[in-house]
């Protein structure tokens, strides 16, 4: 125990600070350290925690029901890169004019593209409203994608 004036003393002299690490406890407990480099480190921890605590964002991709197959093959390949990245993908087909009147077009090649990505989504949601349909997909967790892999591989034999 080192009366606080000494303790200060000290400090001063190698150039550093003197910083209440536990004020609860008697007598308080203090440290000597730069505190500038201090909370430089905690900045950077918090960042680094931050970074690593990712959330799934809602992306977006938009079809349209008479669209050729190679463009539904790339939208496919799209939605599938952004379902292994985390993100959850909200499918948006839109009518124009009387397309309206033909709903089971759409609702058919989103099954298309819903029945491509299986192996790496559920389906979440579906609505319709007006001239749009929409639908949610959700990432499979990548636990659950290996065990589903391992029990058909098992079934297969």
């Known amino acids: ?27 308080p407990v203090c440290r000597l350290l730069d505190y500038g480099k201090y909370k430089y ?9 931050k970074k690593s605590q990712r959330v799934g964002l809602l992306k977006e991709v938009r079809l349209r029901p008479k669209i050729e197959e190679h463009d539904l093959q790339a939208k496919i390949k799209t939605t599938k890169k952004l379902l ?4 959850k ?15 089971e077009l ?5 099954r298309k593209v819903t029945e491509a990505a299986q192996e790496v989504a559920v389906v979440s949601s579906s609505a319709s409203e007006g001239n749009n349909i929409a639908l949610v997909l959700s990432p499979v ?7 589903t892999g391992t029990d058909a591989k098992t079934k297969n034999p």
């Open 1 to 27: 125990m080192v009366p606080l004036q000494k303790a200060l003393q000290i400090a001063r002299e190698r150039g550093l600070d003197l910083v209440q690490v536990a004020s609860t406890v008697s007598p």
């Open 41 to 49: 480190e905690q900045t950077k921890k918090e960042r680094k925690a």
């Open 84 to 87: 292994q990245e985390g993100n």
């Open 89 to 103: 993908v909200r499918l948006v087909l839109r009518f124009r004019g009387r397309e309206v009147m033909y709903p």
């Open 106 to 110: 759409g609702w058919k090649v989103l």
């Open 141 to 147: 967790s990548q636990k659950k994608a290996k065990e």
